[in-house]
């Protein structure tokens, strides 16, 4: 039972530090001012830096070229975007169609040069 809490203790120390670092370096902070930060991760060791954690945080700057961030409602990778899987079905049977004729005539070619 020692271990355990000397374990919890610790966690919640590194978590501590963690956030106290992460207020203090970051370039601004939401939902509060810094100060009212530190003082609840000072007085609320456990709370403050969850609570900072998940509403203080800022959220990371887009990068510049970076595509922009889709909702929810939208898919994330091509390849859960239906249109976008229609369209490639479409265009591999459009080039499948285009070998397949290119073959046909090399094949009619090649056999009527045979006879």
Same mark, same amino acid.
């Not at 889709?70 to 490639?88: E, T, V, Y």
């Not at 459009?94 to 045979?114: C, M, Y």
């Given at each position: 039972?020692?271990?355990?809490?000397?374990?919890?203790?610790?966690?919640?120390?590194?978590?501590?530090?963690?956030?106290?670092?992460?207020?203090l370096s970051?370039?601004?902070? $939401?939902?509060?001012?810094?100060?009212?930060?530190?003082?609840?991760?000072?007085?609320?060791?456990?709370?403050?830096?969850?609570?900072?954690?998940?509403?203080?945080?800022?959220?990371?700057?887009?990068?510049?070229?970076?595509?922009?961030?889709?909702?929810?409602?939208?898919p994330s990778?091509?390849?859960?975007?239906?249109?976008?899987? $229609? /369209?490639?079905?479409?265009?591999?049977?459009?080039?499948?169609?285009?070998?397949?004729?290119?073959?046909? /005539?090399?094949?009619?070619?090649?056999?009527?040069?045979?006879?």
């Amino acid at each position: 039972m020692v271990r355990v809490f000397i374990f919890l203790a610790a966690a919640q120390l590194v978590l501590f530090v963690l956030a106290l670092i992460s207020v203090l370096s970051a370039d601004r902070v $939401r939902n509060a001012p810094r100060a009212l930060w530190v003082l609840l991760i000072v007085v609320l060791p456990l709370v403050g830096p969850i609570a900072y954690f998940l509403a203080g945080r800022p959220r990371p700057v887009p990068q510049e070229g970076a595509p922009p961030r889709r909702g929810r409602g939208r898919p994330s990778a091509p390849d859960d975007d239906a249109d976008f899987l $229609r /369209k490639m079905d479409s265009d591999q049977s459009r080039r499948d169609r285009e070998t397949l004729a290119q073959w046909e /005539k090399e094949f009619r070619k090649n056999r009527d040069d045979e006879k």
